[in-house]
């Protein structure tokens, strides 16, 4: 099983940034995906970043410009930095963790990011 822990959600004014750490723990040498979801008030939780164990990385066209993931393998954390924040970018953001040759996802519990003036 896996373990994750997200942290880094805060109140921001619109334009600035914030970074979201993503710790994971457990058996963590059998990820092979790492993604960032969010879920809006009254929305579906949707894609918007993740990263492969080789480092290929995959945008939501909503996100692609202004987010960006990375990993560190050594600490078992998944980053996403978040600049030119705005309004509709309020939303709790999840992390998820995949096995390889698995179907099986694993979800750490979010981080509300509230983005207003």
């Known amino acids: 099983q896996v373990q994750l822990v997200e942290s880094g959600g805060a109140l921001v004014q619109p334009g600035g940034s914030l970074k979201l750490d993503c710790a994971a723990s457990g058996s963590t040498r059998q990820i092979i995906l790492m993604s960032w979801y969010r879920q809006a008030p009254g929305k579906q939780r949707d894609m918007i970043a993740e990263i492969t164990i080789m480092g290929a990385t995959y945008y939501a066209d909503s996100v692609k410009g202004r987010f960006t993931i990375s990993r560190d393998l050594a600490s078992n954390t998944v980053f996403l930095q978040m600049n030119s924040l705005k309004p509709e970018d309020t939303a709790v953001y999840y992390c998820?963790?995949?096995?390889?040759?698995?179907?099986?996802?694993?979800w750490g519990k979010g981080t509300l990011v509230s983005v207003s003036s």
């Open positions: 998820k963790a995949r096995h390889v040759g698995s179907t099986v996802d694993y």
